[in-house]
């Protein structure tokens, strides 16, 4: 069964913080479509910094993917980025997925991050709409 674009867009600009395990549901469903080999992390006695992960062989996973719908959405990104380094130093891949509207205004933390040899992949609104109804994952 689709989605209406317009109704998903109204559904996550209408998520309250106390429905995060509902849009980590939604985010994970739509990130399997891309990455068969996600894993689900986050734990209430802690993640380390990430919701869930790319499975890997080697020693580490080197991408982290972290879930949000707070506002102060940079506040996130940053003490994320604090966990991650202390937890998982070789993590050199965040993928910040949240239900708010993003876009460019991520550009300067993107920056600061590639300084540091880490890459900030920010998948907002925008996305989950460009991509509802794409397969069956999305429905």
């Excluded at 109204?10 to 891309?34: G, I, Q």
């Excluded at 965040?94 to 890459?119: T, Y």
Aim: with cysteine.
């Amino acid at each position: 069964m689709e989605i209406s674009p317009a109704r998903l867009q109204f559904a996550l600009k209408t998520v309250k913080p106390s429905e995060w395990e509902h849009f980590e549901r939604l985010a994970s469903s739509f990130l399997a479509s891309e990455w068969p080999s996600l894993r689900t992390m986050a734990n209430a006695s802690g993640d380390g910094g990430r919701d869930s992960e790319l499975f890997t062989s080697e020693e580490g996973p080197n991408i982290a993917i972290q879930y949000s719908v707070q506002e102060k959405w940079a506040d996130k990104i940053k003490n994320t980025v604090r966990r991650l380094e202390t937890a998982f130093p070789d993590t050199d891949n965040l993928v910040f997925v949240s239900n708010r509207q993003i876009g460019a205004l991520a550009d300067p933390i993107k920056g600061e991050l590639r300084k540091k040899g880490m890459f900030l992949d920010v998948r907002d609104a925008s996305w989950f709409i460009e991509r509802c109804n794409l397969d069956e994952n999305r429905q």
